[in-house]
Every structure is written in C-alpha cells, then in structure tokens.
C-alpha cells in the first residue's frame, strides 16, 4: 500500500529567511487586533456585563423574525435588546441590560423576563424559550476578572514550566507566541462581533495548551540539533529543526482541523463560537511556533552552551584543589 | 522499551478493557438501549446545559447577620442582667450604630456586669480571638462590639444551616435530584435539573419565613406612626399587603417567634374559604403562645413574616390548644410556599438571587444528537487520514484512539464525572489531540530509518525520542487544563475535566497501548522494513 504523503521528505525550506517581514506583519496584525479590541471593543455576553439572555428558536420558520422581533421587544419598555443569531438563521438570542434597582430586588428581572416570554409566545407562535440566563452587575464582575485571571495565571504557568525545562529564552518565546495567538483571536471576536462569554475562555484556555503543543515540538527538536551542531549558526540550526518536525506539524494540525471542521459543520449551534475560536487558534498557533516562537531565539541569543551542564560552585571548588594539588 | 512480559501485556489489557467496560452503561443509554439492571452501571452525568434545568446562584448579605448578632446579644444582655442580679439598672441602650451600647446606672456594679455578660461571649477562630469586645468607656458606658472573626463564625454558621433549609425546601418541592453547593462563603448553588421554570423556587427561596407574633403597641400616635415615628419600645412594620392599611407600631418585645413549629400546613378558611396556613406549636411554642394570649386577650397582635404584617387580629379568646391558623390573602400557591418553608424553619440570612440560567429540554436534546454526528463524522474522517498516511502504525494509532474514547467515557462514569456543552466539543478535541502523540512518533520513526537506523533501532527510538516533546505538550495543557478548572464555573469546568481525563488515557492508549501492538508485531513479523 502506498502512504500519503503531505510533506515530502528532507524539505530545506528556509522559513527564517522572512522572519523579519513576517514579525513586522505579525506585530502589525496584532496591533491592528488591539486597536479593534479598543475602538470596536468586543461584544461581550451577559457573563461579563450582566444583563438577561433568552434564546429562541423559531421551530417552523426558516429565519427568525429579528426586526420585527426588536420593534416588539422595544415596545415593552425595558430599553433596546441586543438580538443576534447564533448557529442555524432562525435561532437567536435576546440580550437585555437587567432593569435599575435588579441588584437590590431580583424579583424585577424576572418580571422582564416573564413579561418578555410571555410577548414572544404570544406573538409567535413557533417560538420556543431555548434558556433564560440572568446574571448580576455583581456576578459578572467577578466572573470577569476570573476570566482575567485565569487567562494570565495559564500563559504564565506554562511559560514558567517551559523556561524550567528549557531556558529562560524559550519560556519568552513560548509566552510571546501565546500573547500573538490569543491577541488575534480576540482581534477576530471584535471584527466579527460574535458574542464573547465564558465558553470563549475556555477557548482561548484550549488555545493556550494546543498552540504551546506546536512550539514545544519545534523547541525540542532545537533543544536537541543545539546538542548535536555545536558549530552551526543558530538560524540554520532553527530552520533544519522546523523542516524536520514540518511533517509532522502539518498532520497533527490536520488531524485537528478534521475534528474541529467535522464539529463547526454537524456540531451543536450554541458552541460554534467556541470552536471558531479554537479552530482560528490552530491556525494561528501553527504559524506563531514556526514564526513566532522561533525566531526569537536568535534574538534572544540561545547557544549552545545553553544546554551544556554549567560547573556548580562545589565543583569548581574540587576543580581548584585538583589544581592546586 | 519493546520487551513486554506477558504479565504487562495482561496488565494493560486489564486496565484498558476495565475502565472501557465503564462506559457502556452510558453508551446503551444514548443510544436508546436498556443497560441490565443486574449489572453495576456507572453513568455520566448529563450537565444542565444539556439534560435541561434551572442554576441559580444565591448570595447571603453578611451586614444583615451582624445587625441579628446585635440585636441577639441585646436581649441576652437584658435577659442575664435581669437574672443575675435585680438590683442592676442600665439604660439608654442602643444596637444601632455597630455595637451595642448601654449605661449601667449605679457604678459600683460596672464589675458586677461585666462578670455577668462576660459568659456571654465565647472564642472565635483560631487565634484565641473572642467573638465580641466588651469595653468600658466614661466609667459607666459599656460597648460591646461583635469582632471579625466573631461575625465570620457567625455568617459560616448560618450559610450551613441556610444550605440545611434550602434543601428541605426543595425537597419540599417533590424536586428530584437537585444539586445544593456552598460557593464560596456567602453563596449557595442550586442546581435542579429538568426543571423548567424556577419561579415557584425562587420564590420559595427569596423568603427567610421569619414568623413572628407581636402586641400591637396601641399607646402609639397615629399621626405619629404615619410619620414613621414609633414610641419608645416599638418599631413600625408595614402591612406586606399595602391595601390592607398603613404600617402599625408593635412592641419589639415580649412576642414570641415562630420557629417552634412541629407542622405547618394549608387550608382553607371555614368561613371565608380564603387559603390559610394553619402552624401546630412545639410543646415549648405552644406554652408561649398560649401565656401570650391569655395576658393579652381582647388586644390586637401582629402576625409578621420576614418584616411584614400579614395580619393583625384581635385577641379574643386565649389560645390554648397549641396551634394558630395564620391568613393574610393568601393564594393557594403562596400559602403552600409558606407552609414548606415554615415547615423547613426559617432562613438565618435572605438570600437573593445573583444569577440564573434555565436551559430548555430541547436545546440540550439537540446537542447530545449534534454531538454525536460530529463525533462520529470527526472521528471516521480522522481514521481514513491516519490510517491512509502511516498504514499499518495508522491502525494502531487508530485503534488505540478508540480505546481512548471509551476510556475517558469510561472513566467519567466511574467517577461521576458530568458532561456539558463544551465538554462535547473538549471530547471531539481531545480527539483530534491524542493522535498527535502517535504522529510525533510514527514521524520520528519514519526520520529515524531515513537516517539509516534498522527497524528495532527505529522504532526504539522513535518512541523515545518522541515522548520527551509528548510529556511536555501534556503538562502544559493540563496546566491550562487545571487552571480552567479552578476558576470556570459549571460548564467550564465540565470542559476541563474532559480535557484532563482526555490528556491522561490518551498518553496511556497512544504511548503504552501503540507501544505494545507494535513490539507484538515486530517479534512476530520480523519485518526486515516498514512501510511508513
């Protein structure tokens, strides 16, 4: 039986010839990111600024009837709803800002949400209440900043668990690629405007653990070419090291894509977002290992006296008695 | 590294088939099958966002807890001074502004006092701190005031008897299987699956059912009362009803509480056939209430239920049978509410809610099918790659991914472990990740027998050399894993410890089991090259 191949064997191609164009783009891809992150700011989900979701599907309609819909929710008077599609055209989800005094009284947002249930059935008659969330001011602060957390604690945790494993080059460089990779991502949530909410951090948290896979395949292949060519310069030892694990890269990010494209197209609509991002993620983190994460290194002058074993002061100290002797 | 004894090929087969055989009590379920019930049948659990059902998340207000512990050591104060000594007199006492305040009249019994009430306090947390400070100012002012860790005991103990009487509440109910959970120290997590709307929990949550009998002081002004003024000794309570009057001024004390109940229930009254609640006293209870009605026949009391009056009868005859029908325009609904939560004892804190999430039935139903199709399409597309780029490796690598489905089902069921929304797409990931162990090293063995090395010699090597970036890529995705865990609420965390499982039995199925056909084969075959 004849096998598939996708990289043919002993490719030479020389990725790090472009390195500076390709981090001049990257840099420039990620300021682009922040600067929509900050102008157009992402469209964040009733977990992080509090408020009422409703999810209504439209059973026997093929799409949902969203104007008309947001004429009816504006008449009831509790201010203008945020209806956005998610997955499959006639599935939405209502988003309102919790009615002033909710923190003290809980019970007057679930009068608006009755009220607004109560309309909707009323209206429609194919509609069907898919799940109601209401989340506190106070909540969803909290679950922010735990978000925050957890983001920051996870990129820094694996870098510090690279640097003690490697040195203290490839723990910037990993923690480096992580910041570029969760940097467009979240660039890509506030172009697309899709809804960003707790199942997304969980997202990029995926993201974190699966980009750092391909970095660290890269960086122990150069851990191990820096023992074996002490005399080669550090470019051409990095470029010998990504055409050696190239093959592998690209199937193992197959691979990931096939499952990932497999749950995008037959998956459940409300996780689309989440897989959108780790799908992004993927891509972006492929390409991070071999431009990023790379690179770096050479400005960040590893050699490969990194990895000789360094004299202890015990042993110098037996060096000179030995010498002195 | 390719010897395998007998009694490690029995071993990890052993395990392999084990914890497999531990997930098809919850295959048989999803596909519609009947698991024999003779057998032990280990089930994942469904999460909310996919078997349907309420979360709501409640929160106690701990400013509320001091002002009690305030108002609890006032009377204590009055009850032991009045019983240790008559001749004690104190006055201008006040709990309002923090602490509680009062002046002992005679200074010679400043001492006298402070032994008395010093048993009143008692040890808190583990530093030897007391639960109140007892200072004496200007000679003859005493000032307790309750300390931190006094307040912090205090709001623990009451946040485990509130999780104490949210579960009898619920329970209540008729609800089944619901999921009760401290959060951190002021919050409870309920969680009721299938339940599709919560309001008639809510409700019966919201309310602390503090039931509380007090004299009507009629010695009060009207005009005064209108303003909000009461006289000394009384406070002014609205009527939880505002049609059926204005606020009335009782006595804060001398009532009796509502807490010594044995049985609570509803009715209807005989006469109006209005819903009631009728409450049965405890021995003790009913020995009060009855002295508090005979003292007091032909007055006006107060029935209040978490601050408001629900109705204000007269007296007319005293009641001595140890039981009191309790009516306030009651709907048959909330009358039942009250009699549960009477029955299930009074909240020691309101709890409010601070989030909710209800997930119809059918999204969740939706999901799982979804789910599963992607699964199913995920994972043949995936064989067919695999399969089609290291052939013969291919099948191992494939097979061993199959085991690594079962077992992390397998495992979830034993330890009872639930699936949620995202941890559907955790699964299909966790697929798409575990090959990647085998690709590192089915390629290093390719490279290596690039390189010249014999077949033994390569694969020895390709999975020795493999495993160092393999371990790597594992710790740090649990590290991620791990951290998502502790701080993601719910469906978060669901994902993570899909993730974790997953990262665990794919290094065993995609490094030992792999290891282990592919060894059998070589000693079998002794194939001279490989074609990979």
């Known amino acids: ?325 | 590294m390719l010897d395998f004894p007998r009694w490690k090929v029995l071993m990890l087969w052993g395990v392999t088939i084990l914890v497999a055989l531990a997930s098809l009590p919850s295959l048989f379920s999803v596909s519609g099958l009947n698991w024999p019930a003779a057998l032990p049948s280990p089930k994942i659990n469904l999460g909310l966002d996919l078997a349907g059902g309420s979360h709501i998340l409640l929160e106690a207000d701990p400013s509320q807890v001091r002002q009690q512990r305030l108002e609890g050591m006032d009377e204590s104060v009055r009850n032991k001074l009045k019983t240790t000594d008559a001749t004690i007199r104190i006055s201008d006492i006040s709990n309002n502004n923090g602490s509680l305040t009062f002046l002992v009249d005679d200074v010679t019994k400043v001492d006298a006092v402070r032994e008395a009430i010093l048993p009143l306090t008692s040890g808190a947390g583990l530093t030897g701190q007391r639960d109140w400070n007892i200072q004496v100012v200007d000679g003859n002012r005493f000032v307790l005031t309750p300390t931190q860790e006094g307040i912090d005991q205090a709001v623990t103990q009451a946040m485990d008897t509130a999780v104490e009487v949210v579960r009898k509440r619920i329970d209540g109910l008729g609800t089944k299987e619901p999921t009760i959970l401290r959060q951190g120290a002021q919050r409870i997590v309920v969680q009721v699956p299938g339940l599709q709307d919560p309001q008639q929990l809510k409700n019966l949550l919201g309310q602390t059912a503090k039931l509380e009998f007090k004299l009507v002081d009629q010695s009060a002004l009207p005009s005064d009362v209108a303003r909000g003024i009461a006289p000394v000794g009384s406070q002014i309570v609205p009527y939880a009803d505002p049609k059926m009057g204005a606020p009335i001024a009782v006595k804060r004390l001398g009532g009796i509480r509502g807490d010594e109940l044995t049985n609570a229930q509803t009715g209807n009254n005989s006469q109006t056939n209005e819903p009631v609640v009728s409450i049965t006293f405890n021995t003790e209870g009913g020995a009060k209430f009855a002295k508090l009605t005979t003292q007091n026949v032909g007055k006006p009391f107060a029935i209040i239920l978490d601050g408001k009056v629900l109705s204000a009868p007269n007296i007319n005859e005293p009641i001595l049978g140890g039981s009191a029908q309790i009516s306030g325009h009651f709907t048959t609904e909330s009358a039942g509410q009250l009699a549960i939560a009477l029955r299930s004892g009074a909240l020691p804190v309101d709890l409010k809610v601070v989030e909710e999430r209800t997930v119809g039935p059918d999204l969740g139903a939706d999901s799982i099918r979804k789910g599963v199709i992607a699964m199913t399409v995920g994972t043949l597309a995936l064989v067919v790659f695999i399969i089609a780029t290291y052939g013969r490796f291919g099948v191992y690598a494939c097979i061993a991914l199959v085991m690594n489905m079962l077992m992390i089902l397998g495992v979830m069921a034993t330890i009872g472990a639930t699936l949620t929304l995202p941890g559907i797409a955790g699964f299909v990931l966790t697929i798409g990740a575990a090959v990647d162990a085998n690709v590192l090293i089915n390629e290093r063995i390719r490279e290596e027998r690039h390189r010249g090395r014999r077949v033994v010699a390569a694969v020895e090597t390709g999975y020795k050399e493999a495993s160092r970036a393999i371990f790597d890529a594992n710790v740090t995705n649990v590290i991620a894993a791990v951290l998502m865990a502790g701080f993601g609420t719910g469906p978060i965390k669901g994902f993570a410890v899909v993730l974790i499982i997953g990262i665990v039995t794919s290094v065993y199925t995609s490094m030992w089991l792999t290891r282990m056909w592919v060894a059998q084969w070589l000693r079998r075959a002794r194939p001279s090259d490989l074609n990979l």
């Not at chain 1, 309102?96 to 005094?101: C, E, T, V």
């Not at chain 1, 008659?125 to 602060?141: E, F, L, M």
Request: charged share 20%.
């Open chain 1, 1 to 325: 039986m004849k096998l598939l191949k996708l990289v043919p064997d002993n490719t030479n191609i020389h990725f790090l010839k472009w390195r500076l164009p390709f981090y001049i783009g990257s840099l420039l891809l990620m300021a682009a990111s922040l600067g929509l992150v900050f102008t157009k700011g992402l469209n964040l989900g009733v977990d992080f600024v509090g408020g009422q979701m409703i999810r209504v599907t439209f059973e026997r309609s093929a799409e949902a009837p969203v104007a008309d819909l947001r004429e009816e929710v504006t008449k009831l008077g509790y201010g203008e709803p945020i209806i956005q599609r998610y997955g499959k055209p006639n599935e939405i989800s209502i988003r309102m800002k919790l009615p002033s005094g909710a923190d003290h009284d809980p019970a007057l947002s679930d009068k608006m949400a009755r009220t607004i249930t109560a309309d909707i059935k009323g209206h429609y008659a194919d509609a069907r209440i898919d799940g109601i969330d209401s989340v506190s001011g106070k909540v969803s602060k909290e679950l922010g900043w735990d978000a925050f957390q957890a983001l920051g604690l996870a990129a820094l945790a694996v870098a510090a668990y690279i640097w003690l494993r490697f040195e203290w080059q490839f723990g910037i460089g990993a923690l480096f690629s992580l910041v570029h990779d969760v940097t467009l991502t979240l660039g890509m949530f506030a172009l697309t405007q899709m809804e960003f909410d707790l199942n997304i951090v969980a997202a990029l948290l995926t993201l974190i653990g699966y980009s750092l896979n391909d970095t660290i395949v890269v960086y122990d292949r150069v851990r191990e070419n820096l023992k074996k060519y002490r005399k080669m310069p550090l470019p051409e030892l990095l470029d010998l090291s990504v055409n050696e694990t190239l093959a592998r890269t690209i199937v193992t990010s197959l691979s990931m894509l096939i499952t990932l494209v497999a749950l995008l197209a037959f998956g459940p609509e409300v996780i689309f977002g989440f897989t959108a991002a780790i799908t992004l993620g993927i891509f972006v983190g492929t390409y991070s290992s071999i431009y990023m994460a790379a690179p770096i290194l050479i400005w960040l002058k590893v050699n490969p006296k990194s990895f000789v074993p360094t004299e202890t002061a015990l042993e110098k100290q037996e060096r000179l008695a030995r010498d002195g002797a």
